[in-house]
């Protein structure tokens, strides 16, 4: 879940099915613009409160809530929890900075809150599993949090997506289009969410709505949440293809150039050999032959 205000970046994942088990087929969402002050307040509100507990380490900063955590995780022990998502966090950042070639030059805040205040307080959408938004990566906590503790796989898919972002951003100065810091931060899951392929090929049959990758540059506010896992399967097909074509090494020269405050269009030309507008033409007929072939996932 990402935008562009610059400084401000918020992005979300939700994988299924961990804390809400009726969740419609999208593995992200944006937020809008006007959000973003409100949730950068509402975290600096957050980091005054004397209720949280913090654990520090070598890469990551850790936030627990205290009081409300306790009431929400009945029948865990709110520390052990953050322990597991914390040593969990450590795992998944040694194999996306792996996979990056980069380690990030700050630390990045892990803060475990109620899901109640993280709707309430951060105007996060209910079936939203975690967020990251400017160097730190938010996950709400309820009672269904003490089994997510016990499914690795989509612990860890949550994190390593929400990490993800966390490189991105700080490779690319918040510059990655949303397209690619999606695709991306979805690739890099361990498991695809089977969702995503019959969303992206109910779209094709349909044609219902311009999804260019043009559109999908500068985030996925103005969707709806329809939509938006149509954005998102869009965005997991194009940067595997980009990826696919021509390596990871150039997307991170792509990366690197943008924030180096090289125009998008040449920074794409220069990194791939191709223009912006050749990528989405060779990217369609890709789509068509995958719609064609009628394969089961993205
Ligand atoms: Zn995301």
Redesign the pocket.
């Known amino acids: ?2 935008l562009k205000l610059n400084l401000l970046a918020v ?3 939700f994988s299924f099915p961990v804390l809400v088990l009726a969740q419609p087929p999208t ?2 969402h944006k937020y809008s613009l006007n959000t973003t002050p409100y949730l950068a307040k509402s975290l600096a509100k957050s980091t005054d409160s004397n209720n949280l507990n913090i654990i520090s380490t070598a890469k990551f900063i850790l936030f627990h809530d205290t009081n409300q955590a306790l009431s929400v995780i009945k029948g865990a022990n709110i520390q052990d929890v953050a322990q597991v998502y914390l040593n969990n966090l450590e795992v998944s950042a040694n194999e996306v900075e792996q996979i990056f070639k980069y380690s990030p030059k700050q630390k990045i805040v892990l803060r475990l809150m109620p899901r109640y205040k993280f709707v309430r307080d951060l105007k996060a959408p209910r079936w939203a599993n975690a967020l ?1 938004h400017n160097h730190e990566i938010i996950i709400p906590l309820d009672n269904g949090s003490k089994n997510i503790v016990k499914n690795n796989t989509t612990l860890q898919n949550t994190l390593r ?2 990490y993800t ?1 966390a490189l991105i951003s700080e490779i690319a100065g918040e510059k990655c289009p949303a397209w690619l ?2 695709g991306l ?2 690739m890099l899951e361990s498991k695809q969410n089977n969702l995503l392929a019959p969303a992206l090929k109910n779209w094709l049959a349909t044609n219902s709505s311009n999804l260019s990758i043009q559109k999908l540059s500068t985030g996925f506010i103005n969707i709806d949440q329809q939509t938006a896992s149509i954005a998102y399967a869009k965005s997991l097909y194009a940067t595997k293809y980009l990826v696919a074509k021509h390596g990871m090494a150039k997307v991170l020269i792509f990366l690197k150039s943008l924030k180096n405050n090289t125009n998008e269009e040449l920074a794409f030309k220069s990194a791939f050999g191709i223009t912006l507008e050749e990528f989405s033409l060779a990217l369609d007929k890709s789509l068509a032959q995958w719609f064609n072939a009628d394969s089961n996932s993205i």
């Open positions: 879940m990402n992005f979300v994942v593995t992200g990251y997506h929400e972002h810091d999606e931060a979805q």
